[in-house]
């Protein structure tokens, strides 16, 4: 059986569609042709014996006294008699034949039980034959004998039977018919189970192929055409796949911009680098030592380009981690705390500025060094922005993050740019930076489920404003 089952599931889904359609079918067409075969033969035999019952009750009293005085000295009788297969059945199991019967009727144990019963109100039917070999359906009816004195005479029984050879041909040739059409039914359940299969999966075979071009040529513009109306199971994976390839085709995009963009970033402070080695490289070759001053600004810039080299390829490995790395260390954290811990990197890169800070608690559920990584990158924006001796207010209250400094702000035309990805202002290019910092700003506060926005302040500046969902108490830990 475990091998006719996996034999089974090894078959294409549209043979296993049909023949689940034809057993089915088959099932149902056995079911509802074998009810009616016993049905038919019910309803004959009822025929049969309604005939028999009344051909028993005609009353020839005369031929049946003939008959018994053949037999038995039992001098008169009561009853009814029945002209084809007819006998009248003794006490002891003697047989005397009817004056018209063709043959005798075998009596069996059942007649002999049905005339020591004596119950002349009843009558027994049963299916036997004759001594010729006649089959035949038979009626058993008792009967009651008196002697000459009106006495109870010895018990007798009256058999009749009428042949069963036209109700047998009758069903034979139902049975005929019903499994020529069990047979004609299974065959077009078959096919017309096939041909449904095929239609039906005709969608998963523009899906199949779908996938197999994309595994096979990479191409992820392929769409399945949907009608827009369709709700159904194929319908509803075909959308599932063509939002699957949309969105496998823009990170693919993504991605390949990324790399694009990451090479042009690299290919600079790359150059950059390259030329101050090779600066150095010569005059150690060539005996023409640099000038001391000249040596400690080439210096100073490798170790700069070194540093922004190193910030950069922290950015681009913070952008290409995976929403289920970051999904694995959210928790609930104290956004107070987080700030406290960027503000303290913030005032030793800004040693000159002042940063004041206004902080209420607000609880979280957020990545913690993800979200400590976006505001250090907003403060160091306000740090690298804002003049010496300058100020930057950090404030938190109700969820809401604003960053304000007194730098020369963000033109106008400028804000819808300033979260892309490698986007750095034309007055901000000569500055350290790899243009990734906002970015990954608004990445993480996006994955928070919060919101972030740049706008000019009043009287000049730049204000930064993150909004989180949260409370000002934390959450009762699960039990």
């Not at 009287?459 to 699960?478: D, K, N, S």
Request: aromatic share 4%; proline share 6%.
């Amino acid at each position: 059986m475990s091998k006719l089952f996996r034999g089974f599931r090894a078959l294409p889904i549209r043979a296993r569609l049909s023949l689940l359609v034809a057993a089915a079918v088959a099932f149902a067409v056995a079911a509802v042709s074998v009810t009616c075969w016993f049905i038919v033969q019910g309803k004959l035999y009822e025929q049969l014996e309604g005939d028999l019952t009344r051909a028993s009750s005609m009353r020839m009293p005369a031929q049946l006294q003939s008959a018994l005085a053949n037999c038995t000295d039992t001098p008169s009788y009561a009853g009814n008699v029945f002209r084809n297969y007819s006998q009248v059945v003794q006490e002891d199991g003697t047989v005397c034949l009817l004056e018209g019967s063709s043959s005798e009727v075998k009596v069996t144990d059942a007649d002999r039980e049905a005339i020591e019963s004596g119950d002349t109100q009843k009558v027994y039917f049963r299916n036997g034959t004759t001594a010729d070999g006649t089959d035949v359906r038979v009626l058993t009816r008792p009967l009651t004998t008196v002697t000459r004195d009106g006495e109870a005479g010895p018990k007798l029984g009256l058999v009749v039977a009428m042949p069963l050879k036209s109700t047998q041909d009758t069903l034979n040739d139902l049975a005929l018919i019903l499994l020529l059409v069990s047979g004609i039914g299974v065959v077009g359940a078959g096919a017309a189970g096939l041909a449904v299969a095929r239609a039906g999966l005709r969608p998963v075979d523009k899906l199949t192929e779908a996938v197999e071009h994309v595994a096979r040529t990479e191409d992820l513009s392929v769409r399945i055409p949907v009608s827009e109306d369709a709700e159904d199971e194929v319908a509803r994976l075909s959308r599932s796949f063509n939002s699957m390839t949309s969105a496998l085709a823009s990170s693919h995009e993504l991605q390949q911009q990324l790399i694009a963009d990451a090479g042009h970033e690299l290919r600079t402070p790359l150059t950059s680098l390259r030329t101050n080695i090779e600066l150095l490289t010569r005059s150690e070759e060539t005996g023409r030592p640099i000038p001391p001053a000249d040596r400690k600004a080439l210096l100073a810039s490798v170790k700069a380009q070194m540093t922004e080299l190193a910030a950069l390829i922290g950015d681009l490995q913070e952008l290409s981690r995976s929403e289920g790395q970051r999904g694995e260390r959210v928790q609930v954290i104290a956004l107070e705390d987080t700030i406290e811990s960027a503000l303290r990197r913030a005032r030793l890169r800004g040693p000159e500025l002042t940063i004041t800070a206004d902080l209420r608690p607000w609880y979280v559920r957020a990545e913690p060094s993800a979200l400590e990584r976006a505001i250090v990158n907003i403060l160091d924006n306000a740090v690298k922005f804002s003049p010496e001796g300058g100020t930057v207010e950090v404030r938190l209250a109700d969820g809401v993050l604003t960053v304000r400094d007194h730098g020369p702000g963000i033109p106008t035309e400028e804000l819808p740019h300033v979260f892309d990805r490698f986007w750095r202002s034309p007055d901000a290019r000569a500055l350290p930076g790899s243009g990734l910092g906002l970015s990954i700003v608004a990445r993480t506060v996006h994955q928070a489920g919060g919101e972030v926005a740049l706008s000019p302040a009043e009287g000049g500046g730049t204000v930064a404003t993150v909004r989180l969902p949260g409370a000002p108490v934390p959450p009762p830990e699960a039990p």
